[in-house]
């Protein structure tokens, strides 16, 4: 990945908060690749570095992505954990939009789980969040709550559901007319699980 030069320039500098930045960027490239070890491999690299230069932003996305891998897993518990350190970190330096990812993050988790109050509850925080605006671009910051809002509603039969999922689509296309040439627009259709899950998801709702 071209984060790998971002992570040998910092270290020859000295910039350890550019070698946690670099490695997260790498570990979510493998998350999002399905490479879930090699995500481990650089995750762990870049969880002291966030931790040495006293970054809550970083400290926050290590922990989010830690809790997506453990949810990978099948470790609910270590998921629960990190994604409440992930709340922490983002709510001490005031980044709604984050703590809205780590509640979608929760949310489809207490989903998984049968709890679907529990879902519900944070549902209702992400739509008044995304309804107020926290500062969201049209990427994934904004597609996942609006997914977990989609699933959530869709699982209670709330119609919200609907409405949810074609404010997902359109983003998702959004971002994608962004993204310039052709080749780089079919990879974020294609290489990403959570875009591919709208799309799917959408030409379901079409063909119903």
């Known amino acids: 990945f071209g984060f790998q030069q971002t992570v040998s320039g910092s270290y020859e500098i000295g910039w350890v908060i550019y070698s946690a930045q670099g490695h997260y960027n790498i570990a979510r490239c493998h998350f999002e690749l399905g490479e879930h070890a090699r995500a481990e491999d650089q995750l762990r690299l870049a969880e002291p570095a966030a931790v040495r230069s006293e970054s809550r932003d970083s400290q926050g996305r290590c922990a989010l992505l830690r809790g997506r891998l453990a949810v990978a897993a099948g470790r609910a518990d270590e998921a629960h954990a990190a994604f409440e350190r992930a709340a922490e970190h983002f709510g ?3 980044m ?3 703590v809205c990812h780590v509640q979608a993050e929760r949310a489809l ?3 998984a789980e049968g709890r679907l109050p529990d879902a519900l509850a944070l549902a209702e925080q992400m739509a008044a969040a995304l309804a107020a605006g926290t ?3 049209a990427s994934d910051d904004v597609l996942r709550p ?4 989609h699933r959530v509603w869709a699982a209670a039969g709330d119609p919200r559901a609907a409405a949810a999922l ?3 689509y359109n983003d998702l296309q959004a971002l994608t007319l962004r ?3 052709e080749e780089t627009q079919v ?3 294609h290489n990403v699980a959570l875009h591919r899950e709208i799309a799917a998801a959408w030409a379901a709702a079409r063909r119903a």
Do not use: F, K, N, S
């Not at 609006?146 to 809002?149: N, Q, S, V």
């Open 187 to 189: 990879g974020i259709q």
């Open 135 to 137: 500062g969201q671009a």
């Open 179 to 181: 993204a310039g040439g």
């Open 146 to 149: 609006r997914m977990a809002c």
């Open 92 to 94: 001490a330096v005031t």
């Open 96 to 98: 709604p939009a984050a």
């Open 166 to 168: 074609e404010a997902a």
């Open 109 to 111: 988790l207490h989903l």
